[in-house]
């Protein structure tokens, strides 16, 4: 499947969209629905690891690939919104470009590292993603708690299926890999945060 860089529907104040691991800008389609229907420019980018060769990268990396597509489509300010991975990058992109955020918004998200522990543990389990074709039913398996709650399985099975069946036929495994490397070992940047003066909403 080809990715396309990013998502846009509606006109008036940005707002850019960063998918988490395992996801793609798909999953902001909601949220793109009703800010256009309600005066904003909502887009939605695809991460760098479904547009080429997946390769290892940080989350400034990522911050990069944000700030490169806000001067594509000749964005001087806009909002920075992200789920976990993207979550994780906006903390950076609010360090590295707050010139031109109008503000952040984190879903899943934290400025903190991962205990030691926990880092071996997720590293061990992304490199089981580093094989070739569609992220396999066990590993899709594995994952799906981490990104849908308890609620969700309750409520919207419907919803949770959808995103195993498309991790399963779209999503290549080696990309999930590619990705957990930018946060498996990102740093704390708790001590960083007051230099972010700009509004922050936290999801």
Same mark, same amino acid.
């Given at each position: 499947?080809?990715?396309?860089?990013y998502q846009e529907r509606g006109s008036g104040p940005a707002v +850019?969209?960063?998918?988490?691991?395992?996801?793609?800008?798909?999953?902001?389609?909601? $949220?793109?629905?009703?800010?256009?229907?309600?005066?904003?420019?909502?887009?939605? $980018?695809?991460?760098? @690891?479904?547009?080429?060769?997946?390769? /290892?990268?940080?989350? #400034?990396?990522?911050?990069?690939?944000?700030?490169?597509?806000?001067?594509?489509?000749?964005?001087? /300010? !806009? @909002? @920075?919104?992200?789920?976990?991975?993207?979550?994780?990058?906006?903390v950076d992109f609010g360090l590295k470009y707050l010139d031109r955020?109008? *503000?952040? +918004?984190?879903?899943?998200?934290?400025?903190?590292?991962?205990?030691?522990? %926990? $880092?071996?543990?997720? %590293?061990? #389990?992304?490199?089981?993603?580093? +094989?070739?074709? &569609?992220?396999?039913? #066990?590993?899709?398996?594995?994952?799906?708690?981490?990104?849908?709650?308890?609620?969700? !399985?309750?409520?919207? /099975?419907?919803?949770?299926?959808?995103?195993? %069946?498309?991790?399963?036929? #779209?999503?290549?495994?080696?990309? @999930?890999?590619?990705? *957990?490397?930018?946060?498996?070992?990102? &740093?704390? =940047?708790?001590? /960083? =945060?007051?230099?972010?003066?700009?509004?922050?909403? +936290?999801?």
């Open positions: 499947m080809a990715f396309e860089l +850019i969209f960063n998918h988490g691991t395992l996801m793609d800008a798909t999953m902001f389609d909601p $949220q793109l629905a009703f800010l256009a229907a309600n005066g904003y420019r909502a887009i939605a $980018q695809n991460s760098r @690891v479904l547009l080429g060769p997946p390769r /290892r990268h940080t989350l #400034e990396d990522l911050a990069d690939d944000t700030a490169a597509l806000g001067e594509r489509l000749g964005l001087e /300010r !806009y @909002v @920075v919104a992200g789920m976990s991975t993207g979550a994780f990058m906006a955020a109008d *503000g952040l +918004i984190l879903i899943e998200g934290q400025a903190c590292d991962y205990p030691a522990a %926990e $880092q071996d543990l997720f %590293e061990a #389990e992304f490199d089981k993603f580093d +094989i070739d074709g &569609p992220v396999t039913r #066990e590993r899709a398996e594995w994952a799906a708690p981490f990104c849908f709650g308890e609620h969700t !399985y309750a409520t919207n /099975r419907a919803l949770v299926d959808h995103w195993i %069946e498309r991790w399963t036929t #779209e999503i290549p495994s080696r990309a @999930v890999w590619a990705q *957990g490397t930018s946060w498996v070992r990102k &740093p704390d =940047l708790t001590h /960083r =945060l007051k230099e972010i003066g700009k509004p922050v909403l +936290i999801i």
